[in-house]
């Protein structure tokens, strides 16, 4: 059976000494009280939460999944879920972050984003039922009517109730546009919503006594495409006045995906007969109000990723460790053993530090943006919180698809090392590899965001955001360029910064001419954009790990060697990436679809 | 459900028009009568099979997986698994390649080849039971005693009984020189083995009548290490003179694994208690006898990707011909439909094609290997004998964990090509994941594999066989140099080529002054010697299809642009892979065990 154990240490490394949280969170009016002991203090606690409370029900919910009762259209989580679930909201985890004004605590959003690494360590299918609920209260809180939010957010807040996002279709997931679900307006204001939903996570299930699903639907007079979708709240319960449950809403689970992974996640089909609805922000506005939810998700899967990597990375350290089998290469390491443990061998080596560097440069990313969101939602300066939304709209096609992408990486080199033991369920290891799948394609597939960066995030603004974020990159460059112990992370730093300019130009040329070259570079240019910023931020590390190792403390001795890893064995790739990405569209067209 | 369609065209091309295989046959001498039509007719018949008899229990294979009754020690395979061996055998397929002399039908290897790689694409899980028979077939072929032969190549040449072998024991996989199992000599020259053995393939089933494992044991006065192995021939019933079946022999299933994938086959617990075994080879050289059986076993490894890149590409090609989902980014191309289909875009077709062209160049790897063993066993020139087992010993590694790598890049980007409905059981994509993940795995891992290239095939004779095959690359890249046509092929891969020789050199250089050198770019340097093959191979293949292009057969035009594709988009890949290859140990070794 695998383990866990919170990396709080380097969530301290990254929060309190590459970042400053504490400070920058003082100069945020709603956070003038935070102190780094709070932060430090809650952290603890959500870590023995993940460990203790919902990682030992991972492997289990995985044999068992989920199961639906066709008679009563109830889904059972697996055993122990619900219970799980009752402990967290008795803890008080689910308003962490949320708005006072609902009940929750108002604590920093970084505070969240660990905790949600942890949570995703352990067990993402159980975290996908709070993850979807907070992406619910997200999407309500910003677009929802007082009223709506009166009789909602207190309860997601609380973790009473779980949320859901309904946009899939069997016929249109990536292209929403073409979405036939029908909401009637009815006399009262409300609306009656009839259609198919499908691939719904936590869908159904018995956690909580409600599930306030978000459901994009088509009015009767809409126009067609994407510029006709609504949103509106569909409770499984119709909610009174008062707050209390009334009558049994119709929208039923009709039926359960057989899945790859994430088997403890009810992936509901949703069958919606007139259920009772109501809209959310503007009739044919829904999905520029359902991406509020749709950005926090994606964030939300990058981070899924991110936790993967870290608890396959445990495991695969803690194996090669033990281990023992065959001699290294240039001698016995373990003499006195019948053979060297695993962890002699290069390039197990290289498979652990690939997902340790992974998952130490996603950490540092995903904290990075939770800040900037904190930034963009509660600075009192209007620039601050205009310059950091730039950012986190360009990073957030990186954080969804490089996260995912390493994730899988990550979790197959951590399953490898395993040799054949990593094959077989009892380890775990093949588990997160099952998981990590679909992260690369839930939320926006990999492609798309990728399309979303390099078409609208970078060439739609004429790389303007994308400036903005190499002018910070530029500056610590000139800053460091004076250290001599820096320039073996400055120089190829510097190096690959120049290549995206010059890539990021060719790119913007070529798709002035034809548009399809854009989805031709597309995922090889956000590869290299994610290596750039997981550049960026290592050198950043790496610069404390100096300063700092000769503290005795060997943490910053394995930062500085990690760093070093990603800049030998994982920056390189960069090297074919752009050379793919230059080679253009031809290719790809040339040949005839009926030769396919 | 997922759909199958052999490959023949392809087959037809590489075998006749490449490699020219039905002349190269009729030169050696037990294949003078061979004719083309022979080849064709029985390749047609094989892909029958396949696609009408195994594939159709891929996924109920999958979904059922094996069974062990606890009492009897026996094990049901899945449903239809029974019936379908029995109509292999009753269409003589077991047969194919083996021997005249006992019952076998003798024709070239190059078919068996291409008939497992439909078997492969059609049920990899199916396709281990006969597949390891041959394995046992061809160990006893070549070291088993007069006795033995007469005793098990018959049955397992009709594929009355099939074979196993049985190496791996808890405690070691990759490290056979630590394995335990006990092998007493008895009075009447067998021996008595007891042990416990793990992850055996096809170990138990009730598919044929008796079992034959063969098993590594050392005997009483064995020496520690891998120099005290030896192989025996274990039956599970014992066989009496006549050929008739005796007594339950004590190689018992003790429990099946629960695997990610390949749920079809039995991979079992067999324990030995004091089971009744005849020694193959000599004494203490086991290990030299069942290399046999595991170099034939790698290439069959390779071949199992091959088949699962094949299959995945033809379902990923149809879905993306026929699922529409948003409009081109360069303007509607099916303008009468509410979206276009997916082909359109840029990275689908790049996900394609990377699939379409690992297979074409696999197969064209796998038919080329096939080719060069017949000669290296029925050749009657002793040079080519040796040239060609030299060029297979070159490359058995590459197929194994070149096309094994591939086949996870392949059938994941096929699965993405799904989408959401990828993740899905019900459309079998993610069984093709599932199954390919082993092939990196078993018969040494892919590490493994680049070890044995690097250091053992390369480094090992100080680069001769590499530069045997070099030589060949050159003769074609100054043959073609000359064609205008080909310079867009040639130089790309004469550029390849000369870095290759000049990483080579820098690594024996290192490795001279540390031998762990070689395990920290041995992954890296197969990968790049993979491609250098594959471009070899694209090179000469599209000489062909430009020749051909002007005969009004679309296949040509499409092999050209597979090609094309290859150079253009898969092979910088070996950009990034020299740098990390050269960037050496240092960055692995620095950080301390403890801090992983």
Not at 86 to 95: K, L
Not at 514 to 527: I, K, M, Q, S, T
Not at 582 to 594: F, K, T, V
Request: proline letters at 5%; glycine letters at 10%.
């Amino acid at each position: 059976m695998p383990s866990y154990h919170p990396p709080l240490r380097d969530m301290h490394f990254v929060m309190h000494e590459l970042f400053n949280v504490t400070d920058e969170l003082k100069m945020i009016p709603r956070h003038a009280d935070i102190d780094t002991d709070t932060i430090n203090a809650v952290l603890e606690e959500g870590g023995k939460f993940a460990a203790e409370v919902i990682f030992p029900l991972n492997v289990s919910g995985d044999a068992q999944g989920c199961a639906l009762d066709k008679a009563t259209h109830e889904v059972a989580a697996p055993d122990g879920f619900k219970a799980a679930y009752a402990q967290y909201v008795e803890g008080g985890w689910p308003s962490l972050s949320c708005d006072p004004e609902f009940g929750g605590q108002g604590l920093p959003l970084v505070l969240n984003q660990c905790m949600y690494e942890m949570m995703n360590s352990a067990n993402q299918a159980w975290t996908m039922y709070p993850g979807l609920s907070h992406g619910a209260y997200e999407a309500l809180h910003a677009h929802g009517t007082p009223e709506q939010k009166a009789l909602y957010l207190p309860k997601l807040t609380s973790g009473e109730w779980t949320g859901t996002m309904c946009l899939t279709e069997p016929h249109c997931g990536t292209d929403l546009g073409l979405l036939r679900s029908k909401a009637e307006p009815q006399p009262d204001g409300s609306y009656r919503i009839t259609g198919q939903k499908i691939f719904i996570s936590a869908g159904e299930h018995d956690l909580a006594a409600n599930i306030v699903h978000l459901v994009l639907a088509r009015l009767p007079d809409a126009p067609s495409g994407s510029k006709g979708i609504s949103l509106f709240v569909v409770p499984k319960f119709n909610v009174n006045a008062d707050g209390s449950l009334g009558e049994r809403n119709p929208i039923f689970c009709t039926g359960l995906e057989h899945k790859m992974g994430i088997h403890g996640n009810a992936t509901a089909q949703l069958n919606l007969d007139g259920a009772v609805g109501t809209m959310v922000g503007h009739a044919n506005k829904g999905l520029a109000a359902m991406f509020v939810m749709m950005n926090a998700a994606r964030l939300g899967v990058g981070n899924q990723s991110l936790g993967l990597t870290e608890v396959a990375y445990q495991n695969a350290a803690a194996y090669a460790k033990d281990r023992i089998q065959m001699r290294a290469l240039s001698g016995p390491k373990a003499p006195d053993k019948p053979a060297d443990p695993i962890i002699v061998h290069p390039d197990v080596r290289k498979m652990l530090l690939t997902a340790r560097a992974y998952a130490e440069g996603g950490r540092a990313l995903a904290i990075h943006i939770a800040m900037l969101i904190e930034k963009e939602l509660y600075s009192d300066d209007h620039e601050e919180r205009k310059a950091c939304a730039d950012e986190v709209a360009l990073l957030t096609p990186i954080v969804k698809a490089f996260l995912t992408d390493n994730g899988w990486i990550a979790t197959t080199h951590c399953q490898q090392v395993f040799g054949g033991h990593g094959y077989i369920k009892e380890w775990g290891m093949e588990q997160f590899v099952r998981d990590a799948r679909i992260n690369m394609i839930y939320e926006g597939t990999n492609t798309v965001q990728a399309l979303d960066l390099l078409g609208r995030k970078v060439l739609g603004d004429n790389g303007a955001k994308l400036k903005k974020f190499g002018k910070k990159i530029a500056a610590f460059i000139e800053e460091e360029g004076v250290d001599e112990a820096m320039q073996e992370f400055v120089n190829p730093l510097a190096d690959l910064g120049d290549k995206v300019t010059k890539l990021t130009t060719e790119l913007g040329m070529k798709a002035f001419g034809n548009a399809d070259e854009v989805g031709a570079a597309a995922v090889d240019y956000l590869r290299v954009c994610g290596h750039l910023v997981f550049a960026y931020l290592f050198a950043r590390m790496a610069k404390i790990a100096l300063q700092k190792q000769g503290s005795g403390d060997p943490f910053y001795t394995a930062k500085l060697h990690t760093a070093r890893f990603y800049f030998a064995k994982l920056l390189p790739e960069t090297a074919g990436l752009i050379r793919t990405a230059r080679s253009g569209l031809a290719p790809l067209m040339a040949m005839d679809e009926a030769m396919f």
